[in-house]
């Protein structure tokens, strides 16, 4: 299911008219309990910094408030790592509509058919679909994702590792091609 930022769960969803108290709770309880609910993870970290050293553009498009997005970003320290990022404050439809996959392509001067789209979810999967973006399915992180995509994506990669190693085969035949 795909909807709403945490705030605004919170302020459709809360009987009580003093949302805003409860949002800075919602977002105090966050920032705390972040650091021992979720775990670095020092492969995803490596990838990052190596596609970027590779001068990769990287985005991101969250379902997840622009407030939350960025305490965790900060505990994870991947807070300059990303050229462009796109929450669902930043759009009116949330995935699986394409608005915010086609808003980072904008943002980032890229076309459709040079970008890559990554995701753990059926409604990301059906986002880079609908924004016609080559779409890869990772199942590297189980806790947090769709064991099962009723829409195939394009690629599936089951660990950072295998990932890794389509990159390297990848730049090995763009190499060769030069």
Same mark, same amino acid.
């Given at each position: ?7 605004? /769960?919170? %302020?459709? $969803?809360? /009987?009580?008219? $003093? #949302?805003? &108290? ?11 309990? #972040? ?17 970027? %050293? ?5 985005? +991101? *498009?969250?379902?997840?408030?622009? %407030?939350? !997005?960025? +305490?965790? !970003?900060?505990?994870? $320290? ?5 050229? *462009? ?11 699986? #509509?394409?608005?915010? /996959?086609?808003?980072?392509?904008? #943002? ?29 399915? *990772? &199942?590297?992180? @189980? ?8 829409? &195939? @994506?394009? &690629?599936?990669?089951?660990? *950072?590792?295998?990932? +890794?190693?389509?990159?390297?085969? /990848?730049?090995? $035949? ?5």
């Amino acid at each position: 299911m795909f909807g709403p930022s945490e705030t605004g /769960i919170i %302020r459709e $969803n809360l /009987i009580d008219s $003093n #949302h805003d &108290q409860a949002i800075e709770l919602y977002y105090e309880k966050y920032s705390e309990k #972040h650091r021992e609910l979720v775990l670095d993870n020092e492969k995803i970290n490596d990838l990052l910094l190596q596609l970027k %050293r590779e001068g990769y553009k990287l985005g +991101i *498009v969250t379902g997840k408030a622009r %407030r939350s !997005l960025l +305490i965790s !970003l900060e505990c994870l $320290n991947m807070n300059d790592l990303f050229d *462009v990022i796109i929450t669902g404050d930043d759009v009116d439809t949330p995935k699986p #509509h394409p608005e915010g /996959i086609n808003k980072a392509l904008e #943002h980032l001067n890229i076309k459709n058919s040079e970008a890559v789209f990554l995701g753990d979810s059926e409604a990301d999967i059906l986002a880079g679909f609908q924004a016609k973006v080559h779409t890869i399915g *990772v &199942q590297w992180l @189980p806790n947090y994702q769709t064991l099962e995509f009723s829409v &195939q @994506p394009d &690629q599936m990669f089951s660990s *950072v590792d295998e990932f +890794i190693q389509h990159l390297q085969t /990848i730049g090995m $035949n763009n190499c060769e091609s030069k």
